[in-house]
């Protein structure tokens, strides 16, 4: 016997029609579930007959917790081993429950086919608030169905999503679905696959909604990408109060990012970073945003890789400012010192209700051994100070010029001067120039090390530099990610969403399109002079390069050049005129023209201040030359004739 359909099973109501079925009619007094034709069910039947004649149906055992609670308001089924057919029964008898506002199905393994009875239910259910389906093996394949259940659902506030292994593109489901949904109060989308475009989806969701409270994205793999372009949503969001991001990766360069959020986020209350590969630094970063942020009350910075100078950075931070709300602070896993414990007691006179828990008092601040002196340097830096050389100190001792002299007259020398060497040094510098241990130093030694101990120098000058060079632009690159991000998912009338991808419309706003920032990390990382970035209403706007302020220069790409530069070749029949033109050095209409330019024109020449400026100089000096050498060549052709008259 075959399975029965979902629709042939669904209960229909006379009063109250269902989407499922919209074929009743007005004279029906019972509304039949017929598997054979032969069997009805009856809207007169409790829900617990429903779910047994349905778990009959579809061949599944019933689930005796269902039956004996089925009036209650929340309903626990996890571990039950529902299935997909198992969660189908559930459905049907559900339909036109009234009862039951939580539905946790945690770990029933009902996969894609289970989620999709579930939406069905959804349509026709308008009393379930709060949804559990944690761990059941959804996947890629169940993530369209739970977008439907998303934007279909009038009734759903909360939906636990949790270890069902979605994947990045799976995030632009939810994104879409959720981003129009202020119904949606708690989303828990925890121990998933998103890494960094999924981190970009979900960025463009904090942006857009303005009704989640609550979400959980904690053991996910967003790394630094990631959190980047997920800090830029929370930068304009409004609504979201409790946010978990533990176990994803951020670094210091998420850290960074999330700062600058926390500059400009307001509605913030609860944060959670812990095991995120967070140093002092990252926390440093993060303490730049503390600093402005005034809503903040629980940060936890749990089991990260913070010592005491972390843990002074954020007591300082609540101590130095008066208006901020942090009230506890978890770095458990941190012992601090005593100088710490002084800078909390100091602060708390000022914030009673400021809690930090840390894990004891025993810490301390890790500090660099001094440098140990090289005694060959030391000697070399005293002759240099009196200017002498070797042979003018030692030419007492080495009577034949050799540069050779015994252990015992070189130490005694070395010690009745005045050079600054401990015992220790000089025994060292003996042990240097006597490797063979024949009783004599060869001094010679010292003035072939002084060359090699200057460049020795030098280049250690320019590893520092080197690398503080490269943190400081990796921290620019950073921030102007991040700014671009924030650019593009800021929400503004002319940005909409499609499920089916963004179309064009002529009477309405301009599309957006879902996945921008996938390619900005790695823009704003090249060795490119300028690029441009498509902003919500349609105009272009140029951002500088990084590291300096090198001229603009065009690209031998027709493509790239038509992108970057729209409002200059409209028309394809003059575009190639204008072009040789200005190769020449002479003005072009769309520059004389000036006023007439569009906005978004306008917008492109004020981004380009070096073109408008160096163009006309350059061009008025060819044009002056041209002249001067056409006024010589006239004064000589007008005086050749004279000559022969």
Known sequence: ???????????????????????????????????????????????????????????VVPVSYFIRNHSSPTMT??????????????????????HIRTLELADNHIQAEGVKYLAELLRANFTIQHLDLSNNHVKSEGAEHIAKMLMDSISLKSIKLSGNGFADDDAKHFTEALSNNSR?????????????????????????????????????????????????????????????LSWNGFGNEGALAMGEALKFNNTLVHLNLSNNCITNEGVSMLCRGLDYNETLRVLLLAYNAVTVEGALALVNVVKNSPKSAL????????????????????????????DVQYEGVGGFIAQKPPKRIDPMKVIQDYLDKRKLRLWDFFRNIDKDGTMRVPVTDFRKAIQQSSIPLSRFQIEELIHRLDRGRTGMVDYRGLADTRKQMVRDHRRQLKKVESRQKKEKQ??????KTFQTAVEAVTPRSSMI????????????????????????????????????VTNMSGDHVHLPMLGGTSPYRPTSSPAMRSYSQPNLLVDSSTSPTSKSISA???????????????????????????????QPENKVKTKKLKKRK??????KDSQNPTKIK
Not at 520 to 531: D, L
Not at 588 to 609: H, I, M, Q
Request: charged letters at 25%; aromatic letters at 6%; hydrophobic letters at 35%.
């Open 1 to 59: 016997m075959s399975i029965p359909s979902f629709e042939e099973l669904s209960l229909k109501d006379e009063d109250c029609l269902s989407p499922i079925e919209s074929q009743s009619t007005d004279t029906e007094s019972d509304q039949e579930l017929e598997s054979d034709g032969k069997k009805k069910f009856s809207k007169h039947m409790s829900v617990a007959e429903v779910y047994m004649e349905a778990c009959k149906r579809v061949g």
């Open 77 to 98: 089924l996890t571990y039950h081993g529902l299935g997909p057919l198992g969660c189908k029964a559930l459905a049907i008898a559900l339909v036109s429950d009234v």
């Open 184 to 244: 949606i109060k708690d989303l828990d989308l925890s121990h998933n696959k998103f890494c960094g475009k999924g981190g970009e989806y979900l960025g463009q969701l904090l942006a857009n909604n303005e009704g989640m409270e609550v979400l959980d994205l904690s053991w996910n793999h967003l790394r630094m990408k990631g959190a980047v372009a997920f800090s830029a949503g929370l930068k304009v969001n409004m609504m979201l109060k409790h946010l978990d």
């Open 327 to 354: 009230e506890q602070i978890n770095i458990c896993n941190v012992l601090v010192n005593e100088n710490f414990v002084n800078l909390l007691e100091l602060t708390c006179q000022e914030h009673p209700g400021l």
């Open 474 to 479: 990796k921290s620019d690159r950073i921030l």
């Open 497 to 532: 969403f499609s499920p089916g991808g963004a179309k064009e419309d002529s009477g309405g706003p301009q599309p957006f399109s879902a996945t921008p920032l996938s390619s900005w990390h790695h823009i704003v990382m090249s060795n490119s002079s300028r690029y441009s």
């Open 584 to 614: 020449q050095g002479i003005r072009s209409d769309l520059e004389t023209d000036y006023s007439k330019l569009s906005p978004s024109g306008n917008s492109l020449t004020r981004s380009r201040p070096a073109l408008n400026i160096q």
């Open 630 to 635: 056409v006024k010589k060549y006239g004064v």
